[in-house]
């Protein structure tokens, strides 16, 4: 992949949690920029560093600091060739479809379209074969589109876990049962998200709709896209293989990376020792890595030896959060391997996603820049 | 039970963690007085006041803050009906041996005596049949003892667990498979015990031990005492019904109380619903309580309705700590039911237990008293 | 003091924050006894428990649990001997204005009235002898009131540190100078208050409003009640002796218990030595304790003499949170004296106060009951 | 400043907290390069790897992962231009002692020879111009060094608050009284450093000879250098105008970046006005800076405009942590002017000082490379 010249990108949402996070991320890409603002009717008309409420902790990228932010209308975007959506989700949905309808290539980390039938659901290490979708996507839209479309990335906490999955079932066959307990940070709530009193000396175990994202998402990542006899494209939610998720979703008191802890039963007996995990973990390569996408971390799986790693703190911006890591490989006693896995759930369980999806749409040439 | 009058106690390893709890606990107690101290050769001579580092948040009880320390010499503890542990591992097994050499009945929260065949491991509100061992552990003593033994209690995060999983078997019949995830507070470590720098914004997924502990007490306690065809007396298990338990054991920053996350599979089918393992729950009353144990708590287990509890700050510390908390029963995708589980590991999981565990010696006449 | 009968009280705010502490703080009182709530009117008509979103770490006292909430409209309030607010600031201070109207004696949290000329700002173990003012509050209201009055208790923060201030006037004279730096728990925000993102693993230097509350309080609290030439009593602020304070107030990720470091200068040379300024402190009897409240604290202060104490974590919960904690006096290089103080801000902070002024109003014959 | 080869350097105590930070940033520096490793004998011999508990966030630098670790004898270093020393300080001042007088070049973190009068105490970006005692620190040698000397940096608590201190004295006159309250980071304590059980949910109003240290060192770093009738140099401390220093230290949960709230007294009157001061602090630059020292910051004194900043969290790691943060600059009701600074304990207080010292030694000619 080889970009020369700028590609300008636009980001909904800008002035939230997520928004932020794509224009930090941004700012050092090395080719997109960012050219427009989007966020709510209150920032709209405001210099971007007067309209947010700035948490990152580096300072607000320079060149954005006097974009004047717009109401996230497609007629303020159309330069861009790539929409970043950092929008909550419950405007998410009316306004993604207004870009797209405005033929713009929509990349949202919201829920809206996640569960749509003809919107691919990437989390970018793993299946960006599903970008195969978009052309019927655009085809069964009214009036059929062009150029417009919706990517959507996965729920922070089923990126985390549906990456090394995924390199499991590529090297061993398919799985068949998993059992997953998170332990989740309080930037995957946004801001003002959790308060303080709620998770300070404690965990929340519980967090709303997250069990069943992870559940369902997980199927639609590592399932496959199936030819109808109608030559029609569908998600076939790992039919063939019908795989059991069950998922047990905690709050706790860290800043930033979700911790997971994973127990899985495979289809192929006898199954892959710890060691042939580790292996197959530590070689997989992803195509957005081999393909060249910049934002893509050159080590998929990072895989820990000690015992007492990964751990929140100290492994989260390894790759700048962009790859997974992996530790405590060993025999399960009720399933066959048990593993922890930590993911940045800013970065590679949010913006990074995103922004590494647009890399592969133009990779792939879904998007011509 | 009716005690009209004191009974005079020890307490080994008083000074540490452990110990200060014992001492705060029992300065409360109807009958158990505490009569002496014993600590390493560092401390010993001195007033506890000064040999202690106290860090519970109440103040050392006026009763022991001039009592003076011993050395761990069962001499001068011989005037105590009972004596409490709560000496570190590395040194608990040769003293707690001497003592019961010495003829004095000995409550352990250490770990060294737990896999012993004649000494029973005991969750007060789950197995206190398991005294019944007792005459044969002082008949195997060479020479044999009249009056002395050793009964330990469960590491704390296997304490936490076993009760609901006790109640499940004893209301729907044997448990076949169960998977725990554990977020266990730092005072579960002792002091100094965790590094701060390791858990502030952070989590460690590993407890050295911890997770052999759990598969291995949990079996031993939710197992039976079988007759063999010599007429000797043996755990066995749980080897009618094997059970494998798989546990994940984290560190979380949370002060107090464990946070366990079980999906359980029952072997009969079909298995219970949520509703029904709820009202299991609740229902169930602990023999310590049904026999006047003074220390048992009258919930053994308090069901929570909320979807986001129990959580350990909130509710650590109803009834003093003793009972255990469920919540988010529920199905399970993968096995049959799940749900969440707190205990306070310095109450129930520690010293608690081992005060139960005396007052049934004495309610059952194992001690006279 | 000596009341036999029960004495009815309503609780306003009661599903605040403040609002639960006073409910639970009631539910063990002696003679008050929780008649009336009052919320807004989203929870008006609801039973308590369904209306409340309980916050405490002991369940929801059960005399209170079925009791419908009304809202803040004094005719559901008539029973009432007295009446506690946890109203919200922006609520409170019409609410309390139209019950001290309807002849109600009112004990608020808020800072409506505290800048009032003719309402006592009381911190309980303080300045009792403000409440002198109420004849005088009733006398210039239109019309003149027989029985309602306004009584409200100081900010937080500025009880801590005004108790210790109080004794070293009471002890040594006036104060010259005094700058005080605090760190505050986030239980003082209420909740939601303070979004988690802001305080893990991080300070905010900042509290809007306190500095000004804790320079200008405290010199409402030291002063005295002046009488003036048309025979009106007024605050005089401390004038006499002219008292300089500056505050700096902080946000700290603890859950209860304000810490303040406090350095003074005293008018009269030479100053009192460190010990003298112990010795001080621990010998000072409230009158509220001396006249038999219930609920004031046996010490009013409690000195520590370990280097490193007192301890939000550890020392809060001491006396029920009633006294406050004073430790590290030492001398100060560019003042006379320095030292930490720690008050339980939900307790002596916010409602125990309030219910101590109760106590204190009915001991005063303010209120006949 | 242009040094175009790399210059040798060794790291004592490498395996420490302080030598690792040593390590991380060593690995980027433009000329720096890390030859030789001292640790104790329990570490000589194996490669870093091995030797270390390695706890940054970033991996062990390959360049230094196999190197051997050597114990801190001065023979094994002959080859470095300079010697870094994060030894602890019960064994620092031997080992540095021994440095020197194999003629090597010492920077060093620990307390041992702060108070030498011969060393200089050089905070970087303040007082540079103290390494002119270095000739004279070599000429009292037995027998005189040629090469070899010591330079400390402060503590890091003073540093942090020296900075905004000299940048006051400098703009406008010397100061007069100054009151410091911190709120110390626990990574200022080095692993494992405090326990959890102290500071989760916890203040800990007491750091052991903390106080003492900003009250004497900050008077050695903001005095001059004094000539005496022989000839010879002495460090004034502050002599010609007497400043009184008062500091309450107290240890909070956060891992990284002490915050300091300050209040000051001019000696000139009338004071500077808050906007003065904020003007002074953004105006200054640093010599280090001027002179090109890679390691030094763009900007010494950030200064926030918003109330509630700097914020430890989000403001720590600004200019890799090398610069200071102040906010908050109003005017104090008891002295002129208050603030609130914060600086990255673990950089500017400690690794990153000591680089930029050597970069200044080098840049003066101190050293020859």
Redesign the interface.
Known sequence: MQIDHQVKVGVLGATGTVGQRFISLLSTHPFFIVAALGASERSAGKPYSKAVNW?????IPSAVRELVVYPCIPEHFTECAVVFSGLDADVAGDIEAAFREAELAVFSNAKSFRRDPHVPLIVPLVNPSHLSIIPQQRAVHSPPLKKGFIVTNANCSTTGVVVPLAVLEKSFGPLE???I?T?QA??GAG????????????????I?GEEEKI?WETLKILGGVAETDDGKKAFDMHAKHPL???A?C?R????DGH?E?V?VRFARRPPPSPQQVREALTAYASDAYTLGCPSAPRHTVFVHEE?????????R??QQGAGVSV??VRQ????DI?F?VLSNNVCIGAATSSIINAELAIARGVIQV
Chains 1, 2, 3, 4 share one sequence.
């Open positions: 948490k990152q902790t580096v300072p049962s998993c059992i307990t332990m309080i930037s801001y003002p998200g959790v308060p303080s009193l709620d998770i300070l000396d404690n965990i929340v175990p519980y709303s559940e059991r998720i069950s047990s905690n706790v008191p860290v800043v911790t802890c127990s015992p007492d790693r990964p751990q929140p703190r100290l492994d911006d390894y530790g405590r399960c006693r009720v399933f048990k922890v």
